[in-house]
């Protein structure tokens, strides 16, 4: 089964990334749905979703993002059908070191946002870093080095997309958060844009197709 939020979430990602690029990823909804909804286990999930992009190479920019949305998935849903305790099995652990490399700091903030949800607050930057990531303590210093980007320029979130985009272009290469900094700091900023405000957004955008499908995911998601 797929969560609500996931299946908006594709839907909106690959609504908004055929809307800035000349590929019709709209038309791989269905695929997509079929691979998060299937009761298959989640490697063989992960194997399914990996050739759905193998073929698609077109949308390859999104594949670590939807591979987000899957673990997200599973959290919120497979889980339901396996013992209480599964994530902390070894099996579950074996899965862990297999994925250790795959995904993006995005399924971080999905989870801050789910757990907004579930404490009914609204997402906020400073909430986001301080409360759930909990940079400002000693023992989870490789999250303030990885948001140390975001730490630096949380005055961004009261200032226009440009400069927004400026930043975003003077991250390293080998920053985890390069290609996210744009959408994840315009979402902080707007978290439920009008249509008009997600045009003003992906004319600064780095990369439309990308910048704006995850910020439909996160808006979606919300």
Sequence with gaps: MTDPKISAAITGALSAFSKYDSFNAI??????????????TFLKKVDALDEVFNDNPKLEELHEVFFDLLLVNFFSEDVKKLEDDYL?????????????????ELLNLLLYLNECEDEDIDPELEDYLKEFLLVD????????????????NQILVESPAAEIAKVAGTLEDDSELKELFYPMICFFQN??????????YADDAVSKSFDMAVLEILISFK
């Design 191 to 200: 978290p439920e844009p009008t249509e008009a405000e997600k045009s003003a």
């Design 137 to 152: 303590e000693d023992e989870f210093q490789d999250e303030y080095r990885i948001y140390e980007p975001v730490i630096a």
């Design 88 to 104: 902390e099995t070894p099996e579950w652990e074996k899965i862990e070191e297999q994925t250790l490399d795959r995904g993006t």
């Design 27 to 40: 038309a791989l909804n269905a695929k997509f749905e079929s691979v998060f909804s299937s009761d298959d």
